[in-house]
Every structure is written in structure tokens, then in C-alpha cells.
């Protein structure tokens, strides 16, 4: 019997096997590119990893059906075999970003031939991965999702330990300063949608994120948003600094955290979520604070100074009392966002609540009739499907450039696509449309 609970006996001789005089069971050596064993095997892997059908069409092989799931041993040999779990399965090809304990690199796989993204954690024999590292490992394992980033496989060796994602072509950050922080109304509607569909798949599994900012939020060319970076995800507290060696930001933590309540819920998130859906509208942070102390006085000025009745016991805390902010009156968050609309604005105050059972889950944010022009086939989307964004991405002319709003190959897509008129013509120099 295996370690798997399996029976080890050999079962009986197969049409390419023959009975040796002593009554050993020897296989004939028949060489063959890929054994139907090992289509078997590779198809037991999660879909994502699996052979690509391509491949298969190039071998004029058909996918053969799969009946019973692999052993767990079974399984981690395949893996191994087919060459997961091996950093000689990927190319470095550049760097992408670099912290005192990490280093993210751009890569291909020689499996597959896709992109992927390589962060290399630098392992201390004293103290071996950091504890972010594994978090993250244990949480993107079990975290599947078209709005969360795919862990592909984990590469682990004597000095260090690679995580190997999906690649993605920019984060939200990167996305807005392209744009030059004008984004489209629509898109931004788009984006929203997509992280709290990404985020309520995580509270309904009890999963917090906890360092939502747009440097965590990855885009690619089609305009699928996915949340990435859970390595404080379910941390007891949340410290200033990743393992990386970045300062963490205090600009999108909710008030309650910054005056050192510990008390998280799934609401710690929503928070954050209200200041990125204003800094996409308004092309500015909302909250951009250096210190705890200035971020709350930045927060109490523009929302008002919290009082007894917006937040039930606040003034007995002395914390709050402390620093003993001015009373400030709220102001109207119109004059600061003026391209929401009124549902828009009223969404985004209920993201911005104090207390913090208050604010607005993301489960009832996807439901708000601030998302009604999207249609109401999104709510009855499986989990592993993406938005149908294609259709969904109108083109806006206002005699501005729209290579921020739609790269390059979005644009060609579209064209070839015939989604847009066949009258415009697009001029990829200069990032623009232009009518004839």
C-alpha cells in the first residue's frame, strides 16, 4: 500500500509489454513524443497549466478523457516531470522591479511559451522565507479567480524562492499615469466593477486583502483588472514594510486602522476601495498622507471630524483624543470629483463610512445602480469568467489622444474586430483615432 492509501501492485500486462522467461514484466521501449500517460497526467493539472490545445492540435492528438483523479504522489511526479517547480523551466528576459528581499522579474516560460512574472525572494538562512512569502503562497494557491492573479508554480531552492504569476502589462498606478490621470468615466466604472468582483470572491472566503493601493492592482492589454500582492492578507497586524523593503502606504488605510484598532472584518478592505475609485475619477490620491497624523487630518477635513454619532465611541478612544484634531465640517465630495454622477457620489460615500460596519460590502457595492449601464448579465458570470470587456469598451472622442484609454493592441483587435466603425482609422503613432 502507497503512502497515498494505494494499492503498489502492479496491475496486468499491457499490449506493449511482454513475459520475460523468468516471469518479469518488461516494457518494450517505444519512442513516442508524448504517451497518452502523460496527456493523462497533464490534463489532472489545474486548467491554466495544462497542455495548450494548440499543442495538442499540432500532435493530431485529441484530448482523451480523464476519469479518476491522480494520488497525490502521482501528482506531484508529473509535475515535476513535465518541469514545474524547476527555475530552468523559465527565461529570465528583464527586471521588472527590485526590494532589499525581492526581486520581480518579466519572464517566459519554456512550457508554454506565455509571459509569466518571476518574483525572487531572497531566502536568510537565519530566517528562512519571510512569513509574507508564505502567506501569500498559501492563500494564491487556494484563491481562483478571472479577477485575482494566477500562482502558476513555486520555485524553491537553497537561496531563494520564486513565485511564478500570470504576467500582466501594468498595474492600476502605471495605467492612470499613462492616461495622465484622465481616465475614461466608463472605464473607471469597469475597473471598479472588476476589484470588487475580485474582492467579494475573497470575503465569501473569509480572505481579507489588507494593502489594497493601484500598485497591487494589475491590468492587461484586454482591460482584465486582477487583484494581486496577498502577502498581508490575513497578517495580525499591518506592518510599515513589505518584504520587500517598500513603505507601506498609509493613503488607503481606513481611519479605524490608523488609530490602532485590530478589530479587522472584510470592511477593512471597502475603505481603500473608496479612495481608488475617487483617485481614478479625480486623477488625484484622496488621502495622501505622509504620517499617521497627517493622514487622519487629511481624512477628518474633507469627511469632518468624527463625532459620537458618525462613529459610535470615537471619543472615548485615546488614541482619537490624543492628537486632538480641529472639528472640522464634511465637505461635499462633489466639489472635489465632479465627473461622478450622483450615483457615483453616493456609492463612494458609502465606501467612505467610519465605523467601519457601516461601509458598503462588495458583494452589495456590485449591485449599486451606479453599475446599471453595464447590463445585468455581469451578476451571472461564473467566477472564472472574465467580463465580456470588448463590447463594453465604447470609444470616446474628444479630441484627446485614447492610447491611455486603449492600447495599441486593443485598438487593432477592435478594428479587425469591426466593433468600431470601419470610417475611423486608427493612427498608432500618434495614439489617436481619426475620422476620414
Not at 8 to 15: E, F, N, P, V, Y
Not at 204 to 230: C, M, S, T
Not at 355 to 382: D, N, Q, V
Request: proline share 5%; net charge positive; hydrophobic share 35%.
Amino acid at each position: 500500500m502507497g503512502s497515498d492509501g494505494e494499492s503498489d501492485q502492479a496491475s496486468g500486462t499491457s499490449s506493449d509489454e511482454v513475459q520475460s522467461p523468468t516471469g518479469v514484466c518488461l516494457r518494450n521501449r517505444i519512442h513516442r513524443r508524448i504517451s497518452m500517460e502523460d496527456l493523462n497526467k497533464r490534463l489532472s493539472l489545474p486548467a491554466d497549466i495544462r497542455i495548450p490545445d494548440g499543442y495538442l492540435e499540432k500532435l493530431q492528438i485529441n484530448s482523451p478523457p480523464f476519469d479518476q483523479p491522480m494520488s497525490r504522489r502521482s501528482r506531484r511526479a508529473s509535475l515535476s516531470e513535465i518541469g514545474f517547480g524547476k527555475m530552468e523551466t523559465y527565461i529570465k528576459l528583464e527586471k521588472l522591479g527590485e526590494g532589499t528581499y525581492a526581486t520581480v522579474y518579466k519572464g517566459r516560460s519554456k512550457l508554454t511559451e506565455n509571459l509569466v512574472a518571476l518574483k525572487e525572494i531572497r531566502l536568510e538562512h537565519e530566517e528562512g522565507a519571510p512569513c509574507t512569502a508564505i502567506r501569500e503562497v498559501s492563500l494564491l494557491k487556494d484563491l481562483k479567480h478571472a479577477n485575482i492573479v494566477t500562482l502558476h508554480d513555486i520555485v524553491h531552492t537553497d537561496k531563494s524562492l520564486t513565485l511564478v504569476f500570470e504576467y500582466l502589462d501594468k498595474d492600476l498606478k502605471q495605467y492612470m499615469d499613462d492616461c495622465g490621470n484622465i481616465m475614461s468615466m466608463h472605464n473607471v466604472k469597469l475597473f471598479l466593477y472588476q476589484i470588487l468582483r475580485g474582492l467579494a470572491y475573497c470575503h465569501r472566503r473569509k480572505v481579507l486583502h489588507r494593502d489594497l493601493k493601484p500598485q497591487n492592482l494589475l491590468i492587461n492589454e484586454r482591460g482584465e483588472l486582477k487583484l494581486a500582492d496577498f502577502g498581508l492578507a490575513r497578517a495580525k497586524s499591518v506592518p510599515t514594510k513589505t518584504y520587500s523593503n517598500e513603505v507601506v502606504t498609509l493613503w488607503y488605510r481606513p481611519p479605524d486602522v490608523l488609530l490602532g484598532s485590530s478589530e479587522y472584518s472584510t470592511q477593512i478592505d471597502m475603505w481603500g476601495v473608496g479612495c481608488i475609485f475617487f483617485e481614478m475619477a479625480s486623477g488625484r490620491p484622496l488621502f495622501p498622507g505622509s504620517t499617521v497624523e497627517d493622514e487622519l487630518h487629511l481624512i477628518f477635513r474633507l469627511l469632518g471630524t468624527p463625532s459620537q454619532e458618525t462613529w459610535p465611541g470615537i471619543t472615548s478612544s485615546d488614541e482619537f483624543r490624543n492628537y486632538n484634531f480641529p472639528k472640522y465640517k464634511p465637505q461635499p465630495l462633489i466639489n472635489h470629483a465632479p465627473r461622478l454622477d450622483s450615483e457615483g457620489i453616493e456609492l463612494i460615500i458609502k465606501f467612505l463610512q467610519y465605523e467601519s460596519k457601516r461601509r458598503i460590502s462588495a458583494e452589495e457595492a456590485m449591485k449599486h445602480a451606479y453599475f446599471r449601464s453595464l447590463g445585468t448579465r455581469i451578476h451571472t458570470l461564473p467566477e472564472s469568467k472574465h467580463i465580456p470587456l470588448l463590447k463594453k469598451f465604447p470609444i470616446y472622442l474628444a479630441g484627446m489622444f485614447l492610447g491611455c484609454f486603449f492600447p495599441k493592441t486593443f485598438l487593432k483587435t477592435a478594428l479587425s474586430q469591426k466593433v468600431m466603425s470601419t470610417s475611423v482609422q486608427l493612427d498608432l503613432n500618434e495614439k489617436a483615432l481619426v475620422f476620414h
